[in-house]
Nanobody, 116 residues
Framework: QVQLVESGGGLVQAGGSLRLSCAAS??????IEWYRQAPGKQRELVAG????????????VKGRFTISRDDAKNAVQINSVYLQMNSLKPEDTAIYFC???????WGQGTQVTVSS
């Protein structure tokens, strides 16, 4: 079964940190992205990473969030992706989704809530 499974969401105070994880299985994932969707807003790209560890970030998270991947023996296959989120703000509150860029597979999402 091809799937992406997120974990690590929760409730945190402003200025705090969370680390999200995305576990990939059932297919070759060469690039994985994190998206988020706040209530009443469109889903937006947060960060992405390719198998060669090339990364990209949305401007609104640069300097605060870091995306990384596992150290798999098969470097082309990404097994896990992480999103370290620091200096969280209330406006970071959203459901965070994992997305396989080539496969267009979505995870079920994990809720992140930042209180002021």
């Amino acid at each position: 079964q091809v799937q992406l499974v997120e974990s690590g969401g929760g409730l945190v105070q402003a200025g705090g940190s969370l680390r999200l994880s995305c576990a990939a299985s059932g297919a070759t994932f060469s690039a994985i992205e994190w998206y988020r969707q706040a209530p009443g807003k469109q889903r937006e790209l947060v960060a992405g990473i390719s198998f060669d560890r090339t990364t990209n970030y949305a401007d609104f998270v640069k300097g605060r969030f870091t995306i990384s991947r596992d150290d798999a023996k098969n470097a082309v296959q990404i097994n896990s992706v992480y999103l370290q989120m620091n200096s969280l703000k209330p406006e970071d509150t959203a459901i965070y989704f994992c997305h396989g860029r080539a496969t267009n597979i979505w995870g079920q999402g994990t809720q992140v809530t930042v209180s002021s």
